[in-house]
């Protein structure tokens, strides 16, 4: 049981990400594009390609959100706030300021 911990958050999460991301392809033409021109160190051991994720926050802020989204979608009790930093966020006749935390329950 202790080895298989965290496996079905993560596999979840990677299964929705996944799914979104080819049901939708300009999304994922963004993302390969965003991707395409990042160095890659090889590591000679494993032969993986590695990016430090300080690059990754640089480079990557579509890779990020997608990665947050698909956590976000996958949660089944807990809640992942959304914050527009940077514009008001219009829903129906209600102006939402920036820098607010918005946030709701899966069943609301």
């Known amino acids: 049981m202790i080895i298989g911990a965290g496996t079905e958050a993560v596999g979840a999460a990677l299964s929705i990400t996944t799914y979104h991301l080819l ?3 300009p999304t994922l033409a963004r993302l390969k594009r965003e ?3 990042l160095p890659l160190n090889h590591t000679p051991a494993s032969g993986m390609q590695i990016l430090p994720y300080p690059v990754l926050q640089q ?11 698909g956590l976000r979608l996958s949660r089944e009790s807990n809640r992942m706030p959304r ?8 829903y129906g006749d209600y ?7 918005v946030s709701m329950s899966l069943r609301d």
């Open 95 to 101: 102006i939402i300021p920036p820098g607010t935390v």
């Open 23 to 25: 049901s939708t392809p």
């Open 83 to 90: 914050i527009n930093r940077s514009s008001p966020t219009i």
């Open 59 to 69: 480079h990557c802020p579509y890779l990020i959100a997608s990665v947050k989204e």
């Open 35 to 37: 991707l395409q021109p």
